[in-house]
Structures are given as structure tokens and as C-alpha cells.
């Protein structure tokens, strides 16, 4: 009899928690808080209300920019059907949906195995990017090789290929090359290096405001640095790791610089972790981070037996700290991808300054690089009165001794008739210097 009711409490209990979920999709319910029930049901009540709003929008409802959640999942569940596990392991895929540009969005990459021996192995890595504002793509190919059981060395090169996503100019291209090396240096220990340069192949160039302004765009020069080691177990509750990176990307109109370097501490069972970081970047200035977490596995055969349903996530005998070296032969290719783009300007208005007899004036002719253009002054007709060489970006300086008077000033190219505009200038006739009379 009791062992009935004990299994009548059960069935009444996995019932009730089955209302509940039911309850929380339903329409007109309040979402629970986010601190205290988990995340894949706030998930599943945000997809069922913005569902709802999209079957009957009220007047005052605003377009969220969140992605469609289904394409992700979907997409992947039907590869997983159909793709071997092999191919599935060297594949990275991720898609959604940018509600504020109106484009499905897309970041893949795969790694392909040209040639794998025993000891190294010759990849090939293609990588497609899409988001709501840019499209990339690049190839990576490399060459790995076990220099002895416990260390791995590689080296590899890339191309680039990224422009702004709705446009079908021209793209800006980049080429690059790494290495990385791995190790494990004894008790557990751990260590990965890796060194990227990059370098840009050719700028864009378009004009605006009526020609009158020639923008140029390239990728900027850079190279950055990662260091990720595991310190030796000192203990066997406890896995303590240093991790640290440097980055500089310079360009015309580009300059970002920066650090980060992290010490992080867990629990080996998985339970408690801490981390400290600390970074600097020109771009988001000085930040420090402290924060710890707490991971806890729930047993649901626990709780109804009365048991206490929360335990660590593994055990330490686990050895989760270990790694086996030559799994490094097939890792991906850690380095920077989607570089954000240097971009100046050069104008074809003239400016011109005076001081004393001499006037001093500079511009630019876009798409007039290293080529010669002329001075011309005018008081009535045009004249002219030297030549200047632009550079390799249209710009030039020069200046231009003239007599006292009233002038108008240009520039102008010849076997084209491109003219800058026109600017008038005085030069004043300096008045003698009176004598002082004693």
C-alpha cells in the first residue's frame, strides 16, 4: 500500500511540474525571472511571445532585433541527419537572422585534411562570415608536426577578402602568416603559443561629395600574440591557468593596441572557478574583471527519492586536465579574422595661406596620383605660374612668391581639365619703415 502511494506522490508531482511548464508559455502569463528559473525556459517564453506579437501586432509594437531562433537549431539538427561524424567534428556553423538590416547571417568555417600521417598533417581551412553590415571570406592552409610526444609545432598563411555587405565594390584583400606551438610540459601542465602578422594587398577608392573628396580604404598592418598555460597541479582538487594576449592593428586612420592577461582557478570537479583579468585597448580603455561561479548538476531520480539532487559536474578522477598532444594536429587555426578597415579622405579644395610676399597652399586631386598639375593666378586672364607634383594619394603642397595685388589662385590637370577651386588671395605692399628723429 505504501509503495502505491509513494508511486501515486510521484505521478502527481511530474504531472504538476508539467502544468507549470505549460503555464509559463501560455499567453498573458509573466515570464519568470531570469534569477530564478533556468535560461532555456526564459528562452522558450521570449520565442513564444515574439511569435504571438508577429501573428497580432498591436500599434505600439516595436520590431525586435533579436534573431530568429529556430534557424540556428533547425539547420544544424538537419546536418547532423544527414552529415558522417567525421565531417560533422571538422564543421563550424552558425546562422540567424539581422532584423535591423533585413539579411539572414552566416559564420562557417571547415577544416579540411589534405594529408594526415601518424606524426603531422597538411589542412586546408575555408571561412565564410556574413553579418548584417560586412561579408568575408578566407583560406587558411598549414602544416603541423609533432616534435616529440609531448610538443607540436605548425606554421600556416591566410587570405582575406572583406567588403561591406549590400555593395558589390571592389574587396579590400589581406594575406598573413602564423605558427603555434603547443606543449605539456610534465604533471599536467599545459602550454599554447600562437604568432599572426598581417598584411594588406590593395586599398579602395571612391569619391564623393561630387568628386570633390577621394576616400580611401585598406586593412590595417598588424600582429598579435596568445599565451594559454595550465600551471603544473600542485594539488589534486585544483587546476590554476595564466592566459595572456597582445594585439596591434595600425592604419592610416587606424590604431588599435592593446593587452589582456587573466588568471583563472576550478574546482577539478567542475564545482567552483574564479577569474581575475585585467586588459587595456585604445579603443575601450582600461577594464578589470573578478567573478566566480558555481556549476551544480541536478539529478531529477534524486529528488524524487528525497536524495539531495545537486552534486559537482564530474569527479576529480575524471583527469580532465590531461590532453592528448597529437589530438593538436587537427585544432583550428587561432587568429584574428574580420579586421576593421582604416579609411581617409582627400580633398580636391584648395587652401591657401599667405605670409609676407608668399602663398603657401595645399589639396588634393583624387585619382590623380604622382602626376603633374598646375598653377595658375589670374588677375585677368589665367596665367601660368609653376607646376607640382601629387603624390601617391593625389595630395600636393607647394607655395608661390607674387608681387603685391589682389589674385585668384588654382590648380588645374591638364590632359584631363580637372580643376580644383578657386581661391582669391591679397598681398599687401609693405609700407616703408619711418625714420626716428632724434
Known amino acids: ?47 513564444h ?35 558522417p561524424a567525421n565531417v560533422q567534428k571538422n564543421l563550424t556553423l552558425d546562422t540567424g537572422y ?34 548584417g553590415s560586412r561579408e568575408g571570406f578566407s583560406m587558411t592552409g598549414g602544416f603541423r608536426q609533432l616534435l616529440t610526444a609531448e610538443t607540436m609545432l605548425g606554421f600556416y598563411g591566410f587570405h582575406d577578402w572583406v567588403r561591406p555587405r549590400r555593395t558589390k565594390g571592389e574587396y579590400l584583400k589581406e594575406a598573413g602568416v602564423g605558427m603555434e606551438f603547443s606543449a605539456l610540459p610534465g604533471h599536467y601542465s599545459d602550454l599554447t603559443v600562437s604568432l599572426n602578422a598581417y598584411f594588406p594587398i590593395n586599398e579602395r577608392r571612391m569619391l564623393k ?12 598592418t598588424g600582429a598579435d ?36 592577461a587573466g588568471f583563472t582557478v576550478r574546482t577539478r570537479n567542475g564545482m567552483l572557478s574564479a577569474v581575475a583579468e585585467t586588459s587595456k585597448d585604445s579603443r575601450f580603455g582600461e577594464n578589470h574583471k573578478v567573478e566566480g561561479n558555481i556549476s551544480l548538476a541536478f539529478d531529477w531520480v534524486d ?14 578522477s575524471d583527469m580532465r586536465y590531461s590532453r592528448n598532444m597529437r589530438d593538436s594536429l587537427y585544432g583550428r587555426v587561432t587568429r584574428k579574422h574580420d579586421l576593421p578597415a582604416g579609411k581617409s579622405e582627400s580633398k580636391t579644395i584648395l587652401m591657401a595661406e599667405v605670409r609676407d610676399n608668399t602663398v603657401h597652399f595645399n589639396g588634393g586631386f583624387p585619382h590623380l596620383s604622382n602626376a603633374w598639375v598646375t598653377v595658375q593666378t589670374s ?33 588645374i590637370h591638364k590632359p584631363t581639365g580637372r580643376i580644383s577651386d578657386v581661391k582669391t588671395v591679397t598681398i599687401e605692399e609693405k609700407k616703408p619703415e619711418q625714420e626716428i628723429i632724434r
Open 303 to 316: 529528488l524524487l527519492d528525497g536524495k539531495n539532487p545537486f552534486s559537482a559536474p564530474y569527479k576529480p
Open 225 to 260: 600574440a596568445k599565451i594559454g598555460l595550465q600551471l603544473p597541479a600542485v594539488t589534486q582538487y585544483l587546476d590554476m591557468r595564466l592566459d595572456g594576449e597582445v594585439h596591434s592593428y595600425r592604419a592610416e586612420s587606424t590604431n588599435l593596441t592593446g593587452y589582456r
Open 1 to 47: 500500500m505504501c509503495k502505491r502511494l509513494n508511486l501515486f506522490i510521484k505521478l502527481g508531482f511530474l504531472f504538476s511540474m508539467s502544468v507549470l511548464l505549460i503555464l509559463w508559455n501560455k499567453p498573458g502569463i509573466p515570464a519568470p525571472n531570469s534569477f530564478a528559473y533556468p535560461n532555456k525556459f526564459i528562452e522558450l517564453n521570449k520565442a
Open 379 to 411: 588677375q585677368s586672364p589665367w596665367e601660368d605660374c609653376m607646376d607640382v607634383l601629387t603624390d601617391s594619394s593625389g595630395s600636393y603642397t607647394g607655395k608661390l612668391d607674387l608681387l603685391p595685388g589682389a589674385y585668384r589662385i588654382r590648380l
Open 209 to 220: 561629395n561630387e568628386g570633390n573628396v577621394l576616400v580611401r580604404e585598406m586593412l590595417p
Open 49 to 83: 511571445a515574439e511569435f504571438m506579437n508577429n501573428l497580432f501586432p498591436a500599434k505600439t509594437h516595436r520590431q525586435s532585433d533579436t534573431p530568429e531562433l529556430y534557424i540556428d537549431p533547425t539547420l544544424k539538427q538537419g546536418l547532423n541527419l544527414i552529415l
Open 98 to 131: 539581422d532584423r535591423w538590416e533585413g539579411l539572414p547571417t552566416l559564420s562557417g568555417d571547415y577544416l579540411f585534411l589534405l594529408k594526415s600521417w601518424s606524426d603531422k598533417s597538411l589542412f586546408f581551412s575555408p571561412r565564410v562570415s556574413l553579418t
